[in-house]
């Protein structure tokens, strides 16, 4: 099993900038690879970012391309998710979760996330 912190969310002002962080522990050898998702208040949960293990492959939301990076410590833990030019629309929680990538999946997103954190909210005023 694979454990999951987010920290880092809170309030910020539209065309501000936020980081936020995932932390795993426990069998964290298994996971191939780690995303970001977020669910805004009566919407479904949508895939925003993810990254490999090695950090070399990642895979981001189309809308927030340019302003939403993923990456990971070069120890390979944590793995952030800077935040630039954030919208009201951006307003979710945002949830890390995991994959063990038992099958191949020709993008990141494609996979199932099997473990999850209990989120971090993250909040953007117009």
């Known amino acids: 099993q694979v454990q999951l912190v987010e920290t880092g969310g809170g309030l910020v002002q539209a065309g501000g900038s936020l980081r936020i962080s995932c932390i795993a522990s426990?069998?964290?050898?298994?996971?191939?690879?780690t995303g970001w998702f977020r669910q805004a208040p009566g919407k479904d949960r949508e895939f925003v970012a993810a990254?490999?293990?090695?950090?070399?492959?990642?895979d981001l939301k189309s809308s927030v391309r340019g302003r939403f990076t993923i990456t990971r410590d070069k120890l390979k833990n944590p793995v952030y998710l800077p935040m630039d030019n954030l919208k009201p629309d951006d307003t979710a929680v945002y949830y890390c979760?995991?994959?063990?990538?038992?099958?191949?999946?020709?993008?990141?997103?494609?996979?199932?996330?099997?473990?999850w954190g209990q989120g971090t909210q993250v909040t953007v005023t117009s």
């Open positions: 979760a995991a994959t063990g990538g038992a099958d191949y999946m020709p993008r990141l997103h494609n996979y199932k996330y099997t473990n």
């Open positions: 426990g069998r964290t050898s298994d996971v191939h690879a």
């Open positions: 990254i490999d293990w090695s950090g070399s492959v990642t």
